[in-house]
């Protein structure tokens, strides 16, 4: 009881410190000073008048709004003796891993510089300023050579590394239960079984209306849409964060999805919001980095050739190049088990003080980086809008697609709960695949780590991604990737080589999220 407690003391006084260099920090206090003026605040009772002004003018509101949204990505209390490294990640051997493969990542980065004779930096000349600055808008219609730049990395890469992870406690006394699990991921992680999943997605039951399924059994789909249209319309006028997010998990309505995902992230674009969008687009315009080619690069292999989103090339440019300056993502790096790059002024390696953090942001861009941004331009059309939904997106859940980590929304996580449902649930089909050479995962990973973004249908796309916003879990992108399978059994059963297999799988463009999801997890036998 004491323990939790002071944990509870500990997260509210870390929340306090944090919001004091917020914004809202500023706005309340501006507030409160202005309240002293009306006639209503009366200084015997001065502290709850103020509370009562801040309640009836929606002030309070807003507070609360920020104070959940910090809750939803702060990490679990962990001991006060704990060291900083432990918040990142508790386990040593994922930590090791971790640094192994952001080494590799630097050295492929640092041997293009090599090979390309291209600096990491460089300031541009007033020229080509001015012409960046007159194409802003239509960067799409560029052609620049990217012939000789390569992806730092590929999905396909990183599973390599994924599957040859190791606890070192179980190379020499394995846990025989462990070792039934004949899946490429070979990390003893706990991972939720189809009965913990049912009690996490309870929304998702047969008896509740979704949108997103035509035969509901219990409503009818156009009495029970527009009853939740009318909810939703509710939500929103009272301004709540936490019930926005109880809402998305029934599916979003399409009018409505862009301004409840907003409300979920607690993103109002402010005046100071929009200029610092403004300041990022000017140290665009002003320096030129390599890994603006990695970006112009990805997003012409991946955004550009897809039939939803080459229409958003430009926009996808804005917000990406952006990103990569955006010194606030680094924040993330506090419960991330990566660490930002680093950079030395040339003639100064390895001295601190001469340390800059490359990217800006932190985040290198790899294959595929650009389809986290895509579907969100169905949503928003003004850039800054955009551009803070999609930084609020990748500091919540999309890094853990790409880092090492225990995390249960980790991409290893994800990996072992996946091959786990299959084995158990599916296990016929499991062995079939793994006897002729297509383990599940080689091919269901790249859905995973791009959180099927580019795989799904955009409308279905957004309806999964409602559950990831309303259940602050990446868990259910493991359980579409086995209910796909499952849906899929039947052709799966009678290939005979991992090319058969991806062909069977090679368009989902046609699936429906929600019945797969449902059946999967609400009509399997447990």
Known sequence: MLQEESDISLIIAQIVQKLKGSSLYAQLERQAWASLQRPEIKLESLKEDIKEFFKISGWEKKLQNAVYSELSVFPLPSHPAAPPEHLKEPLVYMRKAQGSWEKRILKSLNSMCTELSIPLARKRPVGEQKELLNKWNEMGTDEPDLSLFRPVYAPKDFLEVLINLRNPNYENGDSLSFRTHLGLIQVPLKVKDIPELKECFVELGLNTGQLGIDDSTQVPPELFENEHVRIGQKVLAEQDSAAAQQYVRQGSPTALRAELWALILNISSQPEDILYYEQLKTNVIQHDLLVDSLIYKDVKLTASNDDYYFVFEDYLYQVLLCFSRDTSVLSHFAYNSASPPKSYIRGKLGLEEYAVFYPPNGVIPFHGFSMYVAPLCFLYHEPSK????????????????????????????????????????????????????AQPLRISFKWMVRAFSGYLATD??????????????????????????????VNLMEVTSLAAAEAVLADLSTLKVMPLLQIFLFATVT
């Open 460 to 489: 279905q796309l957004l309806l999964l991604w409602d559950r990831i916003l309303g259940y602050n879990s990446l868990e259910i992108l493991a359980v579409l990737a086995a209910a796909v399978f499952a849906f899929r059994a």
């Open 386 to 437: 955009l551009y803070q939904i999609f930084r609020e997106m990748y500091v919540r859940f999309f890094f853990r697609l790409h880092s090492i980590s225990s995390h249960p929304s980790g991409i290893v996580s994800l990996c072992l709960l996946f091959e786990t449902l299959l084995q158990t649930y599916l296990p016929q089909l499991f062995y079939h695949l793994r006897e002729i050479g």
